[in-house]
């Protein structure tokens, strides 16, 4: 969709082999929707969201594990959510919860899983995550242990995409889901 020359963006529905449309949530919402735990100065928490593969979001360094980084979006109302697909730094996110809320106080564990290889092996890593469909007006990724050579390390994300739907789309074989243990 072009809003005007010279400027391109994502539509934010796609259509999976089944023909539904599956809507992105998260992408082309005001910079005051997104919000982190932290950030280092020029990569705060809209840089995740803003489909530029230059731009990075990063927690502070030396606040994980004691504070563990978080990195959300405001929706602006309730939405139902069923899959994540993000790009990290260095493959840094260990142990980590996709979460949802009615209010950014109250969360509920959408998924829960587990990277066993991560490590800052350097590069960029792309996941999917599929999993039951929740819903709240609030979304986010919760880093609960990261690992650089099993040293906790501030998590790096290059870009999120949240979506209403899984559609055809399957979870990257290196994630684990531990959601049950949760339960």
Known sequence: VYNKPGDAETSPAITDANSSSIKELAHGKPADSYTASSGQAGQEAPNAFDADADSVWQAQSNRQ????QWLMVDFGKTETVAR???TQYNNRAKLFKFQVSADAQTWSDAFYGSVESAAD????VSYTVVFPEKSGRYFRLWFEETAVNGVQTQP???DMKVYDKAGDAETSSAITDITD???
């Open 121 to 124: 092996s350097g590069g960029v």
């Open 84 to 86: 994540v697909d993000f």
């Open 65 to 68: 594990p004691t504070e563990p």
């Open 156 to 158: 790096a994300i290059f």
């Open 181 to 183: 243990a949760i339960k």
